[in-house]
């Protein structure tokens, strides 16, 4: 039975009382295991965050609590974003607190007000936050970020065969990776900030002119991460189209597959094996919901890949995403030469404009990197419980591998020592965990969170229909205009099969949603912003995208006609099923 609180939930602090779900839930839409949040959060990736905004002068770590920095929040098992944080780079920045309020909002009289004190505006910090942003728009590349890479890669080069591990050196090479996590983090803070730097200036050059060519500019930069991985789900899929043997393993069903083409003698089925083996290694640790150590990810749940390929696998080579990627790459030079000659002579906006561009570019590259890079060290801290938990099956203290999620980092020594006490606590812990699901989270926590009963429930809450000719707003996103059927999926393993000219309606993306990108007309996804998923990899794949349309999943229906404007940001409803 739940509680008031949750048992890994954080209570706001006088400092930092604001936190919004806004731009949260692509990070983490669902609830926070225990073990995630305490293991890798508490004791990685918040310290990371921290020292990123110590490291580039928002603060000063001793402005945080010195326990628990306040640089996010967990209530009811949610993911949170110090609201409070982000209002005061605005302010110490210069952009000023209602910048952030406008970024983040749509309705900022929604949202608890802002209240100045003594302690916020800095002028030391405002210096040392322009020579940073000073930095962000000159640099051509980011060399910090391009070390953790192979520092993340090295990670999973060294792993050792871990079912040969004691339990006390599975837990130390947990442990041993949560330092990494801290710095890859921190760097993470740098490349999530640079990248709201260029689009911001690019905004301001192009305002008189045509507000939609920013995101048209920012098409097919290249070398995007995820994009990489869509590319090789794509190769796989093309592997099996060109193959009689491999298509019929798949026509013959998905349970097995891999098994079965691993157990074939078959020149394409022994190549294709090899394929996905590469694939695993590589690209084992994505996966939806990524950032939880309780989600599965390509390497622990291989379907995840199996169904990807076999939903690709029924399109023609036109729907190959390096084209869409030249269009789109071959659009942004013609508009950038454009708009070069539209600001002949005007040497101030033309520097700006070469400015903002690259830097864009530089950044975009460099937040999806350093995404990878924190997913990957986060993965082999899954990989070692992984292992632990199918040993505690094995022994019977656990009903299933994943029930290890339920304990926090404090009770780990114990549970080892005495497994079978905490048996019928985990299993307990459980269902309240599953039970967290079903509630709706408050989009803002003001001071402190409402208590677990008088949440409302999803299946409780009433959203407006659409009606025809209804024009839905959101962000603009990726370029382009669209018109198709509407395809809802609430999770990327949805049974749903996405037609040729369908338009992707999602919650949110990670790169496990990728390859479904490929078989979509456009995308449409209930929270982001300019800088999120599902808007960088459309505009590498050339497709049209929308951001932040509130309730998306909810409101547009399976099988309704729409209107997609990514240059807009609109969706308008044509016709209903």
Request: charged share 20%; hydrophobic share 40%; proline share 6%.
């Amino acid at each position: 039975m739940l509680g008031k609180r949750w048992i890994a939930d954080r209570v706001p602090t006088d400092r930092f009382p604001n936190y919004t779900r806004g731009n949260a839930g692509e990070v983490l839409a669902d609830p926070v295991s225990p073990l995630g949040w305490t293991f890798a959060w508490e004791s990685g990736i918040v310290l990371g965050c921290r020292d990123g905004f110590v490291q580039m002068g928002v603060f000063d770590a001793d402005e945080y609590s010195a326990e628990k920095p306040e640089t996010f929040g967990l209530f009811g098992g949610y993911f949170y974003n110090s609201l409070t944080q982000a209002r005061l780079f605005g302010v110490r920045s210069g952009a000023g607190w209602q910048a952030v309020d406008n970024a983040y909002f749509d309705d900022p009289a929604a949202v608890p007000p802002y209240e100045e004190r003594d302690w916020h505006t800095s002028a030391r910090h405002t210096d040392l936050l322009g020579k940073q942003m000073a930095w962000i728009m000159s640099t051509p590349l980011v060399p910090e970020i391009e070390r953790q890479k192979r520092d993340a890669q090295a990670l999973r080069d060294s792993r050792p065969d871990l079912a040969s591990l004691t339990t006390s050196q599975l837990l130390g090479r947990a442990r041993s990776v949560q330092r990494h996590l801290v710095a890859m983090f921190t760097q993470h803070v740098w490349a999530s900030l640079g990248a709201s730097v260029g689009p911001g200036i690019l905004a301001a050059v192009t305002a008189d002119i045509d507000p939609t060519m920013v995101t048209k500019l920012l098409t097919g930069v290249g070398d995007i991460d995820s994009a990489d991985i869509a590319h090789s789900i794509w190769d796989l899929s093309r592997d099996v189209r060109r193959s009689l043997v491999l298509t019929a393993l798949f026509d013959a069903g998905l349970d097995g597959l891999l098994e079965r083409a691993r157990s074939s003698d078959d020149g394409d089925a022994v190549a294709f094996s090899a394929a996905v083996d590469d694939f695993l290694y590589r690209n084992g640790s994505r996966g939806p919901n990524e950032w939880d150590l309780y989600s599965a990810s390509y390497e622990t749940k291989p379907s995840l890949l199996v169904s990807a390929i076999d939903r690709l696998r029924v399109n023609d080579d036109s729907a190959d995403p390096r084209a869409g990627e030249s269009r789109g790459a071959e659009e942004s030079h013609r508009l950038l030469t454009q708009l070069q000659s539209t600001l002949s002579g005007n040497e101030e906006a033309l520097a700006m404009l070469s400015t903002g561009l690259n830097s864009a570019k530089v950044f975009m590259v460099a937040c999806e990197r350093c995404k990878t890079n924190n997913i990957r060290a986060l993965h082999e801290i899954r990989m070692c419980f992984a292992e632990l938990g199918q040993r505690m099956v094995a022994a019977g203290h656990l009903a299933h591998p994943k029930q290890i999620y339920m304990l926090v980092e404090d009770e780990l020594d114990d549970f080892f020592a005495n497994p079978s006490s905490f048996t019928s606590l985990l299993a307990a812990r459980e269902a309240d965990y599953l039970e967290l699901y079903e509630l709706e989270p408050p989009y803002i926590v003001d001071g402190d969170a409402p208590p677990l009963s008088d949440w409302v429930r999803r299946a409780d809450r009433i959203t407006k229909p659409v009606a025809v000719g209804d024009v839905l707003k959101g962000m603009a996103g990726s370029p382009g205009v669209v018109t198709g059927t509407a395809r809802v999926l609430l999770n990327v393993d949805d049974p749903i099969e996405l037609e040729p000219g369908d338009i992707l309606i999602a919650p949110n993306t990670d790169p496990s949603w990728t390859p479904l990108f490929l078989a979509s007309a456009a995308v449409v996804i209930n929270v982001g912003a300019i800088s999120t998923h599902a808007v960088i990899v459309s505009r590498e794949l050339g497709i049209p995208c929308v951001p932040s349309i509130a309730d998306a999943t909810r409101r547009i229906p399976t099988g309704a006609t729409i209107t997609v404007n990514g240059s807009e940001g609109t969706v308008t409803i044509d016709a209903l099923p």
